[in-house]
């Protein structure tokens, strides 16, 4: 039996302080400073906090006799593996589990059991050897983290309940969860070491815990919240979903604990992880679900994204209450990612440049790419999750409209045709290294965005493989161009257009007719289109495109060694690009329309709103008349003209996008090799504005200083009048 126990106390108590002061919203936090408070009697407010969640509920009274009966004579239960030696999924801690729920169920007030002898005398045995024994699972996190919390939480139970011996010995286990690290690994260790200092009585090690969370909460070269409000874990890895989104989740239990007392976070801290919850975390999460691609290894796991926007919505509460300056954009978080149908939806683009990924939302849809360079890790292998996940990080796309498209795809899916990528087809299955994780080959790599809409592109190269994709988010569709696709070696590449799990028909137009296509792998005409679960996807002049609706098998225990290799099996919509063995300058375009609806598909894709200006290894670049809108990556210095007159030259590579405006040009500029760069930017028209100067011949040149260090990368943007 596994006892299934809220552990996420912090978030309770935050959940709950929401509550009781709205009516205080206004109020600004005003730290105390240290020393001028009664530490012990602040002390104690925590230690009523912390208590109060662990007193609520408790395991059915069946389930509680069925774990008395069950428990051996010497106080271990014979249904659990105290020699498992998995990393992830140690069975071994269901007895420290077993324990907190035997102990609530003999102290909580409303519980049958309540003072039951015998049930008293079966956790006393329970606890005694668990502490004789001290099991340890190869994987710290257990050791330091869960088996001390769990511990924690049944000595608050059962405070003064408690023989000597029980006592000291579950308390000398606590103490190997000793403070330190950094991320959510620092603050998980802060929340055993808060539960410890309230049984030892320790105010000065609960001081230390508030002010270790405190230095936690700021803009991060290494672990942490990034400049643009990404979130870094295990060195420079993108992990906004998973540790990320259990420090955002953490944060506000700690604010919760301390508020008016003197351990309470500093206003400027708070603020700092409120814009972390705006800026960052609420732009990657779509009906609920996290982005698959800042989940990390997590994707590998039953649980997926879990349900990551409830809990993202109470964290946004919570921190209304201690932020009244940014009250209402919290509010309105809060609102969206319960998925209130009154809420507005947030809408716009945005480049998070210290991780190589973009966030692209409308009202009706979600789409991120997430590419790699030589500056971030890719994926990591940890604990034997993530086996098959190589390419995670090579220009992955995911298109949501509904947030299921993906969920639970993962035992099924061929990894070597991840949505996005383009990948050399071995026949072996892909395998990340278990000894290093690995950083991405080139340098060129990042976004352009002005906020509404972006750009993405990486100079991409793995082993005899290089190509240069771009991608360009407009209003209603993605426009994918690749160019200079090449590989030496025999194996065919494949672009990945998409890789889903199939919902409802397929049809396809083959050049003549739209119908409905039958299950099975086909290659279609070039100019065909094909719409599925209410997106649509163009190929101008594209061939070798293959469409491919039938069931795909594979399991979990592939990907996440915790699990069984029972087969699992899955309807699964995949379309790709062939670029056969040894392409040499190969290209591609397509288009992934989200907002399409099935009987637009064939006036859409005759007249597609947009113009590729060029698609080549030096220059790949977009015009969008609807919106006024040039989208270029200049792998070298060069210029794009538009059907127009108006010509845009650069003296440097960089990302641009020009934005006309009636009277207006506004100009965004980045450097993808992320480091201070100045570009001469020359217009061939007169402009005004600050830092626009006469080029000669009505033309006009603008000098951009791009930063760097933390916000290297990041999207600098002018606007300029037309005229002299």
């Not at 919570?318 to 300056?325: G, Y």
């Not at 199939?502 to 099975?520: C, H, I, L, N, Q």
């Not at 989200?594 to 637009?600: K, N, R, T, Y």
């Not at 570009?679 to 791009?706: C, D, H, S, W, Y």
Request: hydrophobic share 40%; net charge negative; with cysteine.
């Amino acid at each position: 039996m596994r006892m299934r126990l809220v552990t996420s106390w912090f978030l309770c108590i935050s959940i709950s302080w929401a509550a009781d002061v709205g009516k205080k919203a206004q109020e600004t936090v005003i730290p105390i400073p240290n020393g001028g408070f009664e530490m012990e009697n602040d002390l104690k407010t925590i230690k009523e906090r912390v208590v109060a969640p662990l007193m609520k509920g408790s395991a059915k009274p069946e389930e509680i006799k069925k774990l008395m009966g069950s428990l051996a004579a010497d106080g271990h239960w014979p249904d659990i593996n105290y020699h498992d030696t998995h990393r992830a999924a140690w069975q071994t801690d269901q007895h420290v589990s077993r324990i907190l729920a035997m102990a609530k169920a003999w102290k909580l007030q409303a519980s049958p059991l309540k003072g039951d002898a015998a049930l008293k005398a079966a956790l006393d045995k329970a606890l005694a050897y668990w502490n004789a024994n001290d099991f340890q699972c190869p994987n710290w996190y257990q050791n330091k983290i869960t088996v001390p919390r769990l511990l924690g939480q049944t000595l608050l139970v059962l405070e003064g309940d408690l023989s000597q011996e029980l006592w000291d010995g579950a308390l000398q286990i606590i103490r190997h969860g000793q403070l330190g690290m950094t991320g959510a690994n620092l603050t998980w260790l802060a929340q055993v070491n808060i539960m410890r200092a309230c049984l030892e009585n320790n105010p000065g090690l609960a001081m230390e815990c508030f002010q270790r969370v405190a230095d936690e909460i700021r803009i991060s070269p290494a672990d942490g919240i990034q400049a643009d409000f990404s979130f870094y874990q295990h060195g420079r890895q993108f992990y906004s979903g998973g540790y990320g989104i259990g420090f955002a989740n953490d944060i506000p239990g700690f604010v919760a604990l301390a508020r008016d007392t003197g351990f309470q976070l500093p206003k400027d801290k708070l603020e700092i992880h409120a814009r972390y919850l705006l800026d960052g975390e609420q732009w990657m999460i779509w009906k609920g679900l996290f982005d698959y691609s800042a989940c990390g290894r997590g994707i590998t796991r039953k649980s997926g994204g879990g349900d990551s926007g409830a809990k993202m919505a109470n964290s946004c509460e919570s921190m209304a209450q201690a932020c009244p300056d940014l009250q209402p954009d919290l509010e309105a978080a809060a609102k969206r990612l319960r998925g209130d149908k009154d809420a507005r939806p947030l809408v716009g683009n945005r480049s998070y440049w210290r991780c190589d990924y973009m966030a692209h939302r409308r009202a009706d849809f979600f789409s991120s790419v997430r590419m790699t360079s030589n500056r971030l890790l890719q994926t990591e292998i940890v604990n034997d999750e993530n086996q098959r996940g190589q390419f995670l990080s090579d220009g992955v796309q995911y298109v949501y409209r509904t947030g299921q498209e993906y969920k639970g795809i993962f035992p099924v899916w061929d990894w070597r045709r991840l949505p996005g990528i383009t990948c050399e087809q071995k026949p072996e299955p892909p395998q990340v290294s278990k000894d290093k994780i690995r950083f991405g080959e080139c340098s060129f790599v990042g976004a352009v965005s002005d906020g509404m809409c972006g750009m993405a592109a990486m100079d991409f190269a793995r082993g005899p493989l290089a190509a240069r994709k771009a991608w360009f988010f407009l209003d209603g569709e993605i426009v994918c161009l690749g160019a200079g696709v090449s590989c030496s070696s025999d194996n065919p590449v494949l672009t990945s257009v998409n890789q889903c799990l199939m919902k409802g028909p397929v049809t396809v137009f083959d050049g003549s007719r739209a119908k409905e296509t039958p299950r099975g792998e086909q290659t279609l005409a070039a100019s065909s289109w094909v719409f599925h679960d209410g997106v649509g996807y163009v190929f101008p002049d594209q061939s070798g495109v293959h469409l491919r609706a039938d069931v795909q098998k594979g399991s979990w225990g592939d990907i996440n060694f915790q699990y069984s290799k029972d087969e699992a099996a899955l309807d699964v919509f995949s379309l790709w690009i062939d670029h056969g063995a040894q392409p040499t300058d190969a290209a591609y375009q397509y288009v992934i329309a989200p907002a399409a609806a099935l009987e637009e598909m064939e006036d859409y894709a005759t007249a597609l709103p947009f113009t590729v200006l060029q698609n080549a290894p030096a220059l790949q670049a977009i015009w969008s008349q609807p919106l006024g809108l040039w989208q270029a990556a200049f792998y070298e210095p060069g210029e794009i003209k538009t059907p127009g007159d108006l010509a845009i030259a650069v003296d440097k590579p960089c990302l641009m996008m020009a934005r006309k405006m009636d009277r207006k040009l506004e100009i965004s500029v980045s450097n993808p090799e992320h480091q201070p760069l100045e570009v001469i930017v020359t217009v061939n028209q007169p402009l005004k504005g600050e830092g626009a100067e006469p080029a000669g011949a009505g033309a006009t040149r603008i000098t951009f200083v791009l930063p760097g260090e933390l916000y290297a990368g990041q999207t600098v943007t002018r606007s300029f009048e037309f005229g002299a």
